[in-house]
Nanobody, 127 residues
Framework: QVQLLESGGGLVQAGGSLRLSCAAS????????MGWFRQAPGKERDFVAA????????NYADSVKGRFTISRDNAKNTVYLQMNSLKPEDTAIYYC????????????????????WGQGTQVTVSS
């Protein structure tokens, strides 16, 4: 049973920072690309960032480039999302997910490329 548990969300003022964590279990964590997505009320789930199983390939949505940083600690089975210079439009539920392909080369942007998802953590940025 694969489980992903996000933490670190909360309420922050615009310009502030948060660090999200996603702890994984039930799968060989260090063999899979991990991704972060977000979903605002009434909107589709959007890609935020992804990191390959080795950590050598990264991918970011244009809207977060230069502000967010994805990283992973394979020894701790955890992926992180450091979010700086937060804006009100970053308000959403943030989800982590694991790619469906072991040792895959992609750092995909489509939710359909990921097969396991966490329950999400709320991030609210006030203006």
């Amino acid at each position: 049973q694969v489980q992903l548990l996000e933490s670190g969300g909360g309420l922050v003022q615009a310009g502030g920072s948060l660090r999200l964590s996603c702890a994984a279990s039930g799968r060989t964590f260090n063999s899979y690309t991990m991704g972060w997505f977000r979903q605002a009320p009434g909107k589709e789930r959007d890609f935020v960032a992804a990191i390959s199983w080795s950590g050598s390939s990264l991918n970011y949505a244009d809207s977060v480039k230069g502000r967010f940083t994805i990283s992973r600690d394979n020894a701790k089975n955890t992926v992180y999302l450091q979010m700086n210079s937060l804006k009100p439009e970053d308000t959403a539920i943030y989800y982590c997910a694991t790619d469906s392909v072991r040792f895959g080369l992609r750092v995909g942007v489509r939710p359909t490329e990921y097969d396991y998802w966490g329950q999400g953590t709320q991030v609210t940025v006030s203006s």
